[in-house]
């Protein structure tokens, strides 16, 4: 069985050396980028199982490196982990906005780091989706065999963790369900302090389904976490 191949972009030398010794003593296949250009020659005819993207590279920053590789449709369902100096709200939720998976700031702790790879490709392989499901509440309809969700049939484009996220939700309907429940069950380990993370990709979430509609579909219990809860011209903020 080959080993999981992770692409890792980064401008300090130093900080690929350090990944690409560790990541490669845990049995990947580590494949380093000083920039992102060359990185996006390479995907055009091999694809990794995992990406590692720093913030801050020349020319091509890593969110708009993100945003072309969620936009490509070989590597849309790749996981991304950003890796940045920047620790500011904005800058984790415009990573998050564009497709990130996780965000990690430097400087970082090489085994939770290591952590958070396993626990993203045990999740990606595991695959939390039941293979032969089709949800539907009111005029939402999601399906999972094709990996597709609408809405008053008009096709709604979410991303991989969005379409997890919802799934979950829609598969508990009426069941109150915590953020650190749904960071378990969709991210793979606890991440501490990050439950800002289920609050991002919900708001994401909520932006998509109920575009142009008066209908509800997610519903806030404050200070516990979220439900599905389908309501017609009713707002559940």
């Known amino acids: 069985m080959s080993k999981p191949a992770i692409f890792i972009v980064d401008d300090e030398p130093n900080i690929l050396e350090l990944l690409r010794f560790n990541l490669g003593r845990n049995g990947y296949e580590v494949r380093t980028f000083e920039a992102a250009a060359p990185l996006l020659a390479v995907v055009e005819t091999t694809v990794p199982d ?3 993207l720093d913030l801050m590279l ?3 920053d890593g969110l708009e490196l993100c945003r072309r590789l969620r936009n490509n449709a070989v590597t849309k ?3 991304i982990i950003m890796l940045t100096a920047k620790t500011t709200e904005l800058d984790k939720i415009v990573g998050l906005e564009l497709g990130a998976d996780d965000y990690i700031t430097k400087p970082f702790s090489v085994l939770e780091l290591v952590a ?3 626990a993203l490709l ?3 392989q595991r695959n939390v ?3 032969d499901k089709i949800l539907s509440s009111g005029d939402l309809s999601l399906d999972v065999p094709r990996r597709e969700v609408w809405r008053a049939g008009q096709l709604i484009e979410l991303s991989y963790k969005e379409f997890e996220l919802l799934f979950i939700l829609m598969s508990n309907d009426r069941r109150v369900l915590t953020r650190d429940f749904l960071l378990e069950k969709i991210w793979g380990i606890d991440f501490d302090g990050e439950t800002r993370t289920v609050d ?3 708001r994401f979430l909520r932006q998509k389904l109920e575009n142009y509609s008066s209908n509800r579909y997610i519903e806030t219990v404050r200070g516990v976490g979220y439900r599905f809860s389908f309501s017609q011209g009713e707002n559940n903020e």
């Open 50 to 52: 995992l990406f590692i």
């Open 58 to 60: 020349p020319k091509i």
């Open 77 to 79: 369902d790749v996981p």
């Open 116 to 118: 958070r790879v396993k």
């Open 122 to 124: 045990r999740r990606q």
């Open 129 to 131: 989706l039941s293979v």
């Open 200 to 202: 991002v990709h919900i």
